[in-house]
C-alpha cells in the first residue's frame, strides 16, 4: 500500500513541477498535496506531520508571492501605478489568449502599453516592462526550486 502512495505522491509532483510552465494547472499547490498524500498513506511515519505543515505555510506563501512577483518587479524598476495595473491585465489576458507564452508575455506587453499610454517615455516604459519580466522568471525560479526541495524530502524518505 506504500508503494501506491508513493506513486500518487510522485505523479502529483511531477504534475506540479509541469504546473509551474503550464497555465492553470496550480503546481504548488499540487506538488504539495503530493507530499501530503504520501505522509497520510505512510501514517505521518516518513514524512512527519511538522514537515507537512511547514511545506504548506511556505506553499501558501510562495502562491500570494508568485501572484505578487511581477508587480514587485515592474514597482522596482518605477513602473507607474498605470504600470503595474498593465502588467496585471497583460497577465490575465495573455493567459486568455496565449496561454503559456502570455504568462510570460503578457505582463511584459500591458506594463510597456500602460506606460506609453499615460505618456511616459518608451525608454521609462521598456524599463518598467523588463522589471515585470524579472519579476516572472524570479517567482518562476522560486516555484522550481521550491518544488525541488519538496521533492528531496519525498524521496529521501523512502530510504
Same mark, same amino acid.
Given at each position: ?5 508513493? &506513486? ?5 509532483? !511531477? ?6 510552465f ?10 504539495w498535496?503530493?507530499?501530503f498524500v504520501?505522509?497520510i ?19 501558501? *506563501?510562495?502562491? &500570494?508571492l ?28 495573455? *493567459?486568455? !489568449? ?11 506587453i ?15 516604459? !521598456?524599463?518598467?516592462? &523588463? ?12 516555484? &522550481?526550486?521550491?518544488i ?6 519525498? *524521496?529521501?524518505?523512502?530510504?
Amino acid at each position: 500500500m506504500t508503494v501506491l502512495f508513493a &506513486v500518487l505522491g510522485s505523479f502529483l509532483i !511531477l504534475v506540479g513541477l509541469i504546473g509551474v510552465f503550464v497555465p492553470l494547472i496550480p503546481g504548488i499547490p499540487l506538488a504539495w498535496l503530493g507530499l501530503f498524500v504520501y505522509a497520510i498513506g505512510t501514517g505521518f511515519e516518513r514524512i512527519s506531520l511538522l514537515t507537512v505543515v511547514v511545506f504548506f505555510v511556505l506553499m501558501v *506563501i510562495i502562491v &500570494v508571492l508568485d501572484f505578487l512577483a511581477p508587480v514587485l518587479g515592474a514597482r522596482k524598476y518605477r513602473a507607474s501605478r498605470y504600470g503595474i495595473l498593465g502588467a496585471f491585465l497583460g497577465l490575465v489576458g495573455g *493567459i486568455i !489568449l496565449f496561454g503559456f507564452w502570455g504568462i510570460i508575455l503578457g505582463p511584459f506587453i500591458g506594463a510597456f502599453s500602460a506606460e506609453l499610454v499615460v505618456k511616459r517615455q518608451a525608454r521609462g516604459a !521598456l524599463k518598467s516592462a &523588463v522589471g515585470t519580466f524579472i519579476g516572472f522568471v524570479v517567482g518562476s525560479l522560486m516555484k &522550481v526550486i521550491f518544488i525541488l526541495i519538496m521533492s528531496g524530502f519525498f *524521496i529521501a524518505s523512502w530510504f
